[in-house]
């Protein structure tokens, strides 16, 4: 008799243990779903960080952006070299204007220089137009544009890397539960 509830003794404690196993497998499996779910999350994460509505790559959308940068840095130093020839042009007139007094003089070709400088500085205005305005465009309102550009794209970059770190979250969760996983199965065996 003693050895038969022994046995049943025995027989209910192993149905506990089989039961306590057969819940942490159903919370397994729970979390295998789980991670599933988050990791399809992830994918269509990185796919919309990773693509624009036009459907270009992070990759070429900064290569882009290095170009219009370097474009940007060309196109400045361009302004910068007129804007020096300008200031001698005006130092020019300038100087022009001091000696124009002893120079009014009739029949001494003052009138043909002054012909001649109002018509460089017609030429001055119309660059100068040319350069702030292109397309119907005002040169500050060009480079408004490639800031907002610029400053949109340090904000993707910024969403990537926020992206990146809920990775590292995520990847962190699962090396927990794994190591629960193996503990608990290392206490089951």
Same mark, same amino acid.
């Given at each position: 008799?003693?050895?038969?509830?022994?046995?049943?003794?025995?027989?209910?404690? $192993?149905?506990?243990?089989?039961?306590?196993?057969?819940?942490?497998?159903? %919370?397994? #499996?729970?979390?295998?779903?789980?991670?599933?779910?988050?990791?399809?999350?992830?994918?269509?994460?990185?796919?919309?960080? =990773?693509?624009?509505?036009?459907?270009?790559?992070?990759?070429?959308?900064?290569?882009?952006?290095?170009?219009?940068?370097?474009? %940007?840095?060309?196109?400045?130093? &361009?302004?910068? =070299?007129?804007? %020096?020839? @300008?200031?001698?042009? #005006?130092?020019?007139?300038?100087?022009?204007?001091?000696?124009?007094?002893?120079?009014?003089?009739?029949?001494?070709?003052?009138?043909?220089?002054?012909?001649?400088?109002?018509? $460089?500085?017609?030429?001055?205005?119309?660059? @100068?137009? =040319?350069?702030?305005?292109?397309?119907?465009?005002?040169?500050?309102?060009?480079?408004?544009?490639?800031?907002?550009?610029?400053?949109?794209?340090?904000?993707?970059?910024?969403?990537?890397?926020?992206?990146?770190? #809920?990775?590292?979250?995520?990847?962190?969760?699962?090396?927990? &539960?794994?190591?629960?996983?193996?503990?608990?199965?290392?206490?089951?065996?």
């Amino acid at each position: 008799m003693e050895a038969l509830d022994n046995g049943k003794k025995d027989a209910e404690q $192993r149905i506990i243990r089989l039961e306590g196993s057969h819940t942490m497998l159903d %919370t397994i #499996r729970r979390d295998f779903v789980e991670l599933g779910k988050r990791q399809d999350e992830l994918r269509l994460a990185f796919a919309e960080i =990773e693509t624009d509505a036009s459907g270009r790559g992070l990759a070429g959308r900064l290569a882009e952006l290095e170009e219009f940068s370097a474009q %940007t840095r060309l196109r400045l130093r &361009t302004l910068q =070299e007129a804007l %020096t020839t @300008l200031n001698r042009f #005006r130092r020019d007139l300038v100087n022009s204007q001091s000696q124009l007094t002893p120079l009014q003089a009739p029949g001494e070709g003052i009138n043909a220089a002054m012909v001649e400088l109002d018509s $460089r500085a017609a030429q001055i205005a119309a660059t @100068l137009n =040319e350069l702030e305005v292109s397309g119907g465009e005002k040169l500050g309102s060009r480079i408004e544009a490639f800031a907002e550009n610029k400053r949109l794209a340090e904000q993707r970059i910024v969403q990537v890397f926020e992206q990146f770190e #809920r990775l590292e979250s995520i990847r962190n969760d699962i090396a927990k &539960t794994f190591a629960n996983l193996n503990s608990a199965l290392n206490k089951l065996g």
